[in-house]
């Protein structure tokens, strides 16, 4: 029986990041219900048996039983598209395989954010990337990466404003969540009434992430901004939801209300018909205790994009410094959603293979 969409898998499905894959796959209107691929540990159980979200699963997958698979059996079986939600460090081989063997790859690891063929990806931010992907071997898949979850949202609120302000430098504090540690995350005596000063490689991923982002494509490589990142990461107490103090050293002194008015039209993918894109995908509050993680961290629309907006507020611009907070939920646009939205990108530029489910 043929089924609709884009024959789809999910690697990790029974993780963190794979329930969120699955939540946004389950109806998704382009990409088939996806096969959730797990380890041999947790093969034979439905979604609905493991899953740690708030929200119940979708109806289509809550039955669905999770399997183990290799990469060769995937390719073998049609499936043409996969989302990677396996832990860094295990994922990079996986997914190099599976490439190889014509199947695209959309991954939320860090083992090939710096591979210099890789685009790494914001879809609003740094779009014209997706033609390294393009320059691939014939017969082989693609393979596109979703950036850390803080330098997501981070990029996210820099690109409308960069080219106003020309900085000499980017400052940013993260207070991240809990939950960017995985499931189950840091022990509970570690994190009460504590914030965790440290998280080992964060630090060197946000700066160099965020300068390829929003580096400039030159031939077959990106060269990236020399703007430098000083960066310092935090683990604080809450479940989700990554907050960023952002202070931009500049050259330039556009008017508070120019800088507001980039945010608020800043939309590149409008008209685009991508269904997990938010619109706005950045959201300006002039409260002045506003963004907040519990308040905060589900912003985006229509509902599809729910925690794909970015949130800025607090802002406080005070020539040659611009200072603002950023929210961004950690998961979603800095994890499962935005690599969704890469991938509904590639369809839309004829870059992913359709396939046939038998």
Known sequence: MTEPGVPTAILGASGYIGQHFARLLGDHPEFGRPRLITSERSEGRTLADVWQLAEAPPGSLAD????AASPAALARSGVRLVFSALPSGTAGTIE???VRRGVSVFTN???HRMDARVPLMVPEVNPGHLALAARRPRGHGLLVADPNCSAAGLVLALAPIVPRLR??????TTYQALSGAGYPGVPSLAIADNVVPFIGGEEEKVARESARMLGTLRGSSVVPTKVPFVVHCARVGTREGHLEAVTVETTARP???DLEDAWRAFDPLAGRSLPTSPHPPIEVRREPDRPQPIRDRWAGHPARARGMAAVVGRIRWEPPY????VLSHNAVRGGAGGSVLNAELALR????DRGARR
């Open 64 to 67: 669905r039983r999770l399997e």
């Open 96 to 98: 190099s395989e599976l």
């Open 109 to 111: 690891a860090s083992d």
């Open 167 to 172: 900085p000499k430098a980017v400052h940013v």
């Open 255 to 257: 008017s508070r209300d």
């Open 322 to 325: 611009l200072r603002f907070f």
């Open 349 to 352: 530029e004829g870059l992913l």
